[in-house]
Nanobody, 121 residues
Framework: QVQLVESGGGLVQAGGSLRISCAAF????????MGWYRQVPGKQRELVAI???????TYADSVEGRFTISRDSAKKTVYLQMNSLKSEDTAVYYC???????????????WGQGTQVTVSS
């Protein structure tokens, strides 16, 4: 069974920075895209940033220029460096990975448990 384990969430003041990480564990043959999504109560989960296996990145307009996504493929880990944090960045952040568990299997999306990021004003 695949697990995505997140770390680094917490409380930070507006204007500050936070770095969250997500490592994939389990039976994993290969990982294509990894990314971060966030969700607040009553709202849809939204894309924050994604990164492909070759390093191509996509960001939500709301975080462009402030957040940086990166990955360490050898460690099966994705990072999100969050700078100049705003109160509206407060959300549960979910790690996502598109991966397959064997060469013969299809690509599937897996999710982390979510980690709370709270930005105080």
């Amino acid at each position: 069974q695949v697990q995505l384990v997140e770390s680094g969430g917490g409380l930070v003041q507006a204007g500050g920075s936070l770095r969250i990480s997500c490592a994939a564990f389990g039976t994993i043959f290969s990982i294509n895209t990894m990314g971060w999504y966030r969700q607040v109560p009553g709202k849809q989960r939204e894309l924050v940033a994604i990164i492909t296996s070759v390093g191509t990145t996509t960001y939500a307009d709301s975080v462009e220029g402030r957040f940086t996504i990166s990955r360490d493929s050898a460690k099966k880990t994705v990072y999100l460096q969050m700078n100049s944090l705003k109160s509206e960045d407060t959300a549960v952040y979910y790690c996502n990975a598109e991966l397959r568990t064997a060469w013969r299997n299809p690509w599937n999306n897996y999710w982390g448990q979510g980690t709370q990021v709270t930005v105080s004003s």
